[in-house]
């Protein structure tokens, strides 16, 4: 880095976006939040009703495009700007996106406004919303006609690069569209599963119960044979691993799968998916992609991918808020896997043939499983319409830049505590999610209590410190060999929305004390 990022290590004093007061916005949750309900930004209470059946008067700020946000996206003066669209405030760094994210303060108040029109008129909520915003609320065709879902399937559909809407669910959250993909999968004995050793209860869940259930072999890639994940490590290292489970003879008439995830939640190393995809393909393997970090860090290609299921967060990265994510379900192009809705709700109204064949789009018969939350999916689309405005490929570029910036910092520091290597700007390795463990006795099963206590006091006490800094540790096993976890390391998540360098610089500085008041010896 040429550039001081360390003049002004506070971030900057966030404010609400053009045309939102931030002080009448906090007034305006404080009060709904009173009454019991969440109104948009400067909503206020007109009246509480005359006891005679009337209704109370509620005065909505209505819905918000996302902030336009100007200038040069290579300069700092660009990114600050757009910090300003959160409600994260100047005594907070949120570095643990990782986990949650922030909601942009103008999907927040979309999100009131949404629940408002819907608790007004339970009927025609959404037609209502097009009538008054036909802009930022418009309806697409499915299969009962205009609807607004649709919409927002068309949305991520485009934003993601489906071969079609119908491929598009909006879910919960990566483990609600996990659980969707096995249960919808006709599962039989001698079907197997190759996977990773660094994998998310997400996925490790439903594929061991695929194994006591139904009789799958889990075959599992012990990826502590590339941990630490050096700077020399290639894509065909990677692919090396995987090959010689994937060549292994089936049963006769049995079904194979690859899954993974295409960021591991433990070090934060990207998998080179869409050439495992490939390798998998190339041995007559389905894939199944866990990208509970994808969706709002990286520029995710669904065609590019290759792969038959992905399933991924809402919360996280795209900062959509809680209970949202993204499913895609592979339905178009040729060996499509075999796949039974998952989706019990409806299984009466498709016919066996119907369902045997894939005679039926994912996007309805998938989707519609008991009354979804729309208003925070639609909230959760809004958030995606920011990123598309600002840039994919420019945010998760920023993510990654930040993070070789700490890297660098951590490496000066204590060389050799990185878990993941992967600093180069184009490594197919890179994300925006930094772990590593700076202490003496790492890589030894017997220090792992000490350091395991000593990162989380670490952790606890940033969290204490005014800026409150939230960041996270996580842990797991040096191989399959592990009767259980025994290394552990920090993590950081560099967000290009609302993170910036002095923030980085601010932490670094922060961390350095806390390692150091633990007393134990560092590298």
């Known amino acids: 880095m040429t550039k001081d990022h360390r003049n002004d290590r506070k971030p900057q004093s966030t404010q609400a976006p053009d045309g939102v007061d931030r002080r009448a916005f906090m007034k305006g949750v404080a009060t709904a939040t009173a009454v019991g309900g969440l109104l948009g930004p400067g909503a206020a209470l007109a009246g509480n009703g005359n006891g005679n059946g009337q209704k109370q008067g509620w005065l909505p700020k209505g819905l918000q495009a996302p902030p336009s946000i100007n200038g040069n996206q290579s300069g700092e003066a660009y990114w600050a700007k757009v910090r300003k669209a959160f409600e994260l405030g100047n005594d907070y760094i949120h570095m643990n996106t990782g986990t949650t994210g922030s909601l942009p303060a103008f999907a927040l108040g979309n999100l009131g406004t949404y629940n408002l029109y819907k608790s007004q008129d339970p009927k025609d909520w959404e037609d209502n919303l097009n009538s008054d915003y036909p802009d930022l609320f418009p309806l697409g065709q499915s299969l009962f006609g205009q609807s607004a879902l649709a919409a927002r399937q068309q949305q991520v559909a485009a934003a993601y690069n489906a071969a079609a809407p119908s491929e598009v669910v909006l879910s919960y959250n990566t483990t ?17 599963i190759v996977t990773t050793s660094f994998e998310h209860p997400a996925l490790t869940g439903p594929m061991a119960w695929a194994a ?75 894939s199944i992609v866990d990208t509970a970090h994808g969706f709002g860090m990286l520029p995710i290609d669904f065609q590019s991918y290759g792969a038959d299921f992905v399933s991924g967060a809402g919360h996280k990265w795209l900062c959509g808020g809680p209970g949202t994510g993204i499913l895609y379900i592979r339905n178009t192009g040729g060996n499509l896997p075999p796949f039974d809705l998952g989706n019990f709700f409806l299984y009466a109204f498709l016919s066996p043939g119907d369902i045997a064949n894939r005679q039926y789009d994912p996007s309805t018969w998938v989707q519609l499983r008991g009354e979804n939350n729309r208003p925070a999916l639609y909230a959760m689309t809004d958030a995606l319409a920011f990123w598309e405005q600002i840039g994919i490929d420019a945010i998760y570029q920023r993510g990654v830049e930040l993070g070789n910036y700490l890297k660098a910092k951590i490496d000066a520091q204590w060389p050799g505590s990185l878990w993941v290597e992967a600093r180069p700007p184009y490594s197919p390795f890179a994300t925006a999610l930094t772990s590593f463990n700076p202490f003496v006795g790492r890589d030894d099963a017997a220090s792992y209590s000490a350091l395991r206590a000593a990162i989380s006091s670490v952790a606890d006490a940033l969290a204490a410190e005014d800026p409150k800094i939230y960041i996270r540790f996580v842990t797991w096993p040096s191989s399959t060999a592990a009767s259980s976890d025994d290394r552990v390391g920090f993590r ?32």
């Open 176 to 192: 609600d569209g996990c659980n969707l993909i096995f249960a919808g999968t006709p599962w039989q004995p001698g079907d197997r």
């Open 492 to 523: 950081v998540s560099t967000h290009g929305v609302y993170n910036s360098y002095d923030e980085v610089d601010y932490v670094f500085d922060r961390l350095i004390y806390a390692v150091q008041q633990t007393g134990l010896p560092t590298i």
């Open 212 to 286: 006591a259930s139904r009789g799958v072999e889990v075959v599992t890639i012990d990826m502590g044979q590339i941990s630490p994940f050096t700077a020399g490590i290639t894509v065909q290292d990677v692919l090396d691993l995987f090959e010689p489970a994937l060549a292994a003879p089936l049963p006769a008439g049995a079904k194979q799968y690859l899954a993974i995830s295409d960021i591991f939640y433990k070090n934060g190393l990207r998998l080179p998916v869409e050439d495992l995809c490939a390798l998998a393909r190339a041995y007559g393997a389905y």
